[in-house]
Structure formats: structure tokens, C-alpha cells
């Protein structure tokens, strides 16, 4: 009795130990995330107010103006970043990752509307994909849904157009938040140096700093990421202790504000113009969207404390601060700086808080720019979007990427956005309209979600797209009215990136149906006999392809036209899937195409839209080895492709990377001919016989058991060799033309816009790293 009271004490204080240790994980990440997450948000009190007030409504005596405001940025505070997206929308999360396309990326798992044209039902068999999904009862309006959907295409466009539409607003915000955040903390230098001088300094001083920001960005966030929480939190402490101060000094009742009373007496008194001043108080949530698009770096729950406890309470009260301030300060001694956040902090402070400000403005700036870096390789990896180089400035932080044309191309739009401009109010007219797009975005999409994925009622979802749609249309409306005053700006660069995804996901998809419809069938390919008609040479030959099944067209022209090929030939598909994350066990999938004396493979490399792509050497050789894992454990064959890939000869089979199977095949290469593995006496190795002693030598290390059949190891001993040969990398060049008959509209969007867009990208990944010498690059005309 004794010694089991004794275990269960044990017990317990393990069980307290690692819900304190779940507990500092949590904390240490909410605190992470006040620097990564809330830096754009937490800088908005420096512009609301002034861009409030800046033309539509006046201060007056009675104070109606300044606390209808505040109600109504309690208010908007409370209903959209707290309840919205800390309570609600955090939940609708994709394996981890948050964000737009993580949302359209639920429906089109729940929903089968994908728009990747290169899927197949064996994605499906992914832990990640099938995660959650269960199908919804058949008489329930969410099968409805789903069904209709699924049988027409257009709304499956219109669903992927709605996402691009988020992706592109959300670029537009990568241009527009680093000008409007620097500019706006630069401009309390005005109260400083006086009015005759600031506008000679103001605007150079943002330049200079917007283009070290953006020229800072190869060397990647994590290198001074580590200041970024601690700038914030400064920020935030410094913010509510001023508004402390200015309620405690000015005025104590300002809280009967936060009543909704308050919202009615100001639209009573302003009526159009009052509505139209919500474009400014609109500004009070920009950077809310960076709490679900950034919950693939930290957890739901750190999340949700870090803005409930700490910037909350922080920015209302520097909102309630600033408006008690104002409520006893009718006229400002500096007419032309209107009202603005530094004239409510008190005179010997003004500098430090710039300089605060400042540093707050750029961690904002940064977050938002990573964003975009983000949502651009999202794009791209689902087929919407040019390749554009991706460099990872972090071996151990996950999402940290740079892209250099992005970089350079929002440096000089911003650039261009603070010297057109020049003034807080179009700016932040031009930054609303982007921020609450977004939005709009998002609570149309987890309408969806809340049915499909959620299989909730469809009374609830209509609820929420009702109450935040209505709430989110009023601020859409007031922003889009300020059309010339600077909104245009986002809708034209949305406009601009629409175009260019729209087009290069329609020029993708034809190329790709053309390669579907010109493959060559295996019944061909068995017609030309285990040696193909030809001569097979020792070697790897690597033929990359979009399809997952058939043999490309462009092999039919390789073998009717070379003399020889190479003795062991894969075919390489690398696609993305719809899925953040592919786990590496499940990265490969491999199969024979045709018999096995034929020596011909089928790889599919599968990774997620969030997962690195790997291209160098290591790839080469996890590629190999998984290759040789299939072949020794001759694993039972994937029957989830049906008949198509029984028809074609071809089953595929899951195989990990290297590090997935320890016990199974391992590559090695070493310079001595006669070295000997020194290893577990369990396992064996098999070497290839040369008489002339090469640079390196090849080796399987395999496991002594299970026994593998002669056939297996006789094939596992030509890959071997074929390896160490050498491998020789077969790309193809397409060039896309409209077909003769096509119309106009088609014409020029295939051979100018498409034809533009292919040119002055990248080519795909592994291109990169292929060594010139082994390399043979073929051009093939596409009519589509």
C-alpha cells in the first residue's frame, strides 16, 4: 500500500513537471511572438487618430468627435482581432499553418476542389491530408455544399480567384504598411525641429530607412530577430503608460466612452461625414491578419495570450490616453501636424518615444515583408505565381525565406508609394482598403469552412459572415468612397498581381494538359522490348516531368532520335500538394514502370507549400536510396491509383528519405577501392566490381535481414553501378503557342503574356544546381 502511494506520488510530480514545462514552452513563445507577430498592429496608434481627423471630421468643444472615435476603436479592437481572430478563426487552422491559402487549402481537401492539376488519390493517403476529414451526413446541407462545389467548375475558379484576391491584398499590404509605419513614427520629428523644417526631412529620413530595411533582408530575421520582442514590448509599456498618465491627468472618466452610446451620438452628429472618417478608425486593425497567417511559427495558445493580456490592455489604453488628452486640448499649437499621437506625450519624452516609434515601425515592417515572402511562395507552390528564386536564410528556424526580385520590386513601390504620397492620410486611405479586403477574404472563406470542415450548421456560418461581414462592409465601403484619395493604389496593384497569377496559372494549366494528352502509353514502351531498340549505356538517366502517370512525350523523341540511353532511366514528377507539410516518411513514391528487367522508375517527389525544396547532391542520393529501399523490400503495391495505373502498368509504393529507414538502405561513397565497411555485424554491403580503380566507389549498405531474392539484388547491383557512373539530367524547354484556330483573347494571353512571364522567371529549382556537363536540354513547341 505503502509503495503504490509512493508511485502515484511519483507520477503526479512528473506530470506537474511537464505541465510546467508545456507551460514556459507556451509562454516563451507568446513572448516570441510580440515581436514577430504584433509589431504592425501595436504601431497603429501613431496614425489613427491623425488620419481620422484628417479631413473629414473636426474636434470640438463638446468632444462628441474624439470619444464617438474611441468607441468606436474599443469597439472594432474587441469584435475583429479579439473575437474574430483570437477566439474563432486561430481554431480554423491547416495542420499548424494559418493564413488565406491555409484556409483554401482546408476546403480543397474537404471539398475536392483543388486546382493543382497533377493530383492524385494517393496524396490523399497523407497523414497531413486526411487529417480531421470526415464526410458530411448526405441529407446535411454541408453535403449539399460540398456537391455543388465539386460538379461545377466555375465556383471551384471562383474560390481559388477569392484566395488569389487575399494573396494579392496582402502583397499590397507588404508595400504599403513598411511606408505608412516608418512614415507616420518619422513624423513626430515635425514637433522637434519645427514646421518650416520637418517636410525637407521627414520624407528622406523614411527613404533612408525603408531602403536599409529592405536592404538588410538577405541576411534573414533570425540574426536580429532576438531584439524584435524586446522593441515591442518596450513599445507596448511605453504606449500604455502614456495613456495611464494623460487619463489620470486630463481625464478620468474618459472609460464612459467605451460605451456604444457614444458610436451613435458621433454618427448622429457627423452623419456622411462621420462615415466616411471610418477609413482612419479602420487603421486601428491593420496587422490583426498577421495573428492567423503567422500561427505556423507558434501555437494557438501563445497566441491568444500574448494579444489578450498584453497588447489589448495596451492599446486601448494608449487609445484611451491619447482621446483624454484630446478631450482637453481643443487647439493644437502646431495647426499644420493636426492631431497626431506626439502631441499627446509629454514634451521631455518626445524623443525617446521617436526613437521607439522608429524601431517599432521597422519590427513591423519586417514582419509584414516576411509575410509577403511568404504568401508569394505559397503561390507559386500551388501553380499561381512565376518562379522566383527562394533563398532560406535559416537552417533552423522554419519559414524563413528571402526572395530577391520580391525584395527589390516592394522596395521601389514602397519608395514610390512615401514619395508620392507624402502624407499620413492617403497613405493609410490606400493601406485600409488593402487590410480590410483581407478580411473580407478571410470571413467569406471560414464561412465555407465553418460547413465544410467544421461540419457545423449552416445557420452558424451564416451568423458569422453576417455579423463580421457587416461589421467588415461598413469599413469597406468608407475606405473604397476615398477611391481617389489613395485607395486606388491597392486595387491597382491587386489588379496588376491578378493578372500576372491569373495568367500564369491558365499557361500552366494548358502546358500541363498538353503533356497529358501527348504522353506516350506504356503498351508503346513494352513494344520496344526490355532494351528499348536501343543501346543502354551505364549511367542514371533523369527525366523530369510534371506527369504523375504515362511516359512524356518528349522520351518518344529522346528514343527515336539518340542512339543510346542510359541503363537505368526515373522519371521525376516534384509537385506540391495541399498540405502545409509533407512528413519525409511519406516524401517519396516509387514505382517500376513496366517490368523489371526493363530498369525504368517513376518518382514522385511530394512536398507541402510551406516545405523547402531540397536540389542539391543529398536529393540526388536520397533519391537513389529510396529507390533501392523499394527494390530490396519489394513492398505491396499502392492500389489507390484504380485502374488507371493498373491499365499503365505502374504501382506506386511510399518510400521515406534515408533518415525515415536507418534499418533499411543506406548510401555510401567513399575514394578507396579497397575499403571495408565497418559496421554491425547484422548487416552486409554490396559493392560493385571495377577493374580500374574509380574516383568513388558506391555502396549499399543493406540489412542481412529479411533475405531479399536474386533478382533484387542483381537489380539493386546495376543501380549501383548506374550510380556511380554517374547520373545525366534530361530537361525539357517548352516553348507554349496558341494553337491555329484559337481566339484572340487566347492569343495574346499564351503568346505574350504567358510566353513574358516564363522568360524573365526562374526555371524550376533543380535546374539550378545541375551541373552544365551533365545536362541535355531539349526544346519541344506546345499548341495549346
Known sequence: MDLETGVNQNRNKKESWRTKESWSTILTLA???????????STSPLYVYKSTFAEDITHSES??????????????????????????????????EGGTFALYSL???????????????????????????????????GATLKSTLERYRVLQRFLLVLALLGACMVIGDGILTPALSVFSAVSGIELAIGKEHHKYVEVPLTCVILIALFALQHYGTHRVGFLFAPVVITWLVCISAIGVYNIVQWDRHVY?????????????????RGWMSLGGILLCITGSEAMFADLGHFSQLSIQIAFTF?????????????????????VIENESYRIGFYVSVPEKLRLPVLVIAILAAVVGSQAIITGTFSIIKQCSSLGCFPRVKIVNTSSKIHGQIYIPEINWTLMLLCLAVTIGFRDTKKMGNASGLAVITVMLVTTCLMSLVIVLCWRKSVILALCFVIFFGMIEALYFSASLIKFLGGAWVPIAMAFT????????????????????????????????????GIVRVRGIGLIHTELVSGIPAIFSHFVTNLPAFHQVLVFLCVKSVPVPHVKHEERF?????????YRMYRCIVRYGYRDAHKDDSEFENDLVCSIAEFIRTGKTRLNVNGEDLRKDFEDMTVVGTPST????????????????????????????????????????????????????????????????????????????????????????????????????????TYTLSVPHASTLEVGMVYNV
Open 31 to 41: 513572448y516570441q511572438s510580440l515581436g514577430v507577430v504584433y509589431g504592425d498592429l
Open 497 to 532: 498581381f491578378m493578372i500576372v497569377m491569373c495568367i500564369w496559372h491558365y499557361g500552366s494549366l494548358k502546358k500541363y494538359e498538353f503533356d497529358v494528352q501527348n504522353k506516350v502509353s506504356v503498351e508503346w514502351l513494352l513494344g520496344l522490348g526490355p532494351s528499348l
Open 107 to 141: 476546403l480543397c481537401r474537404h471539398a475536392k476542389v483543388n486546382s493543382l492539376p497533377s493530383c492524385q488519390l494517393a496524396d490523399e493517403e497523407l497523414s497531413s491530408y486526411k487529417k480531421d476529414i470526415i464526410s458530411p451526413a448526405p441529407t446535411t446541407f
Open 589 to 597: 513514391l516509387v514505382g517500376h514502370i513496366g517490368p523489371r528487367e
Open 310 to 330: 498584453m497588447v489589448y490592455p495596451s492599446l486601448i489604453l494608449a487609445y484611451m490616453g491619447q482621446a483624454a488628452y484630446l478631450s482637453q486640448h481643443h
Open 63 to 96: 468632444n462628441e468627435e474624439i470619444y464617438g472615435v474611441l468607441s468606436f476603436v474599443f469597439w472594432t479592437l474587441t469584435l475583429v482581432p479579439l473575437l474574430k481572430y483570437v477566439f474563432i478563426v486561430l481554431r480554423a487552422d491547416d495542420n499548424g
Open 661 to 764: 529507414h536507418l534499418s533499411g538502405v543506406q548510401f555510401c561513397e567513399d575514394e578507396d577501392v579497397n575499403a571495408e565497411l565497418v559496421g554491425p555485424s547484422e548487416r552486409k554491403e554490396i559493392l560493385s566490381p571495377r577493374v580500374t580503380k574509380p574516383k568513388k566507389r558506391v555502396r549499399f549498405v543493406i540489412p542481412e535481414s529479411p533475405k531479399i531474392d536474386r533478382g533484387a539484388q542483381e537489380e539493386l547491383r546495376e543501380l549501383m553501378e548506374a550510380r556511380e557512373a554517374g547520373i545525366a539530367y534530361i530537361l525539357g524547354h517548352s516553348y507554349v503557342r496558341a494553337k491555329q484556330g484559337s481566339s484572340l483573347f487566347k492569343k495574346i494571353v499564351i503568346n505574350f503574356g504567358y510566353d513574358f512571364l516564363r522568360r524573365n522567371s526562374r526555371p524550376p
Open 256 to 272: 464612459r466612452a467605451l460605451s456604444p452610446y457614444y458610436m451613435y451620438k458621433f454618427l448622429k452628429k457627423t452623419q456622411r
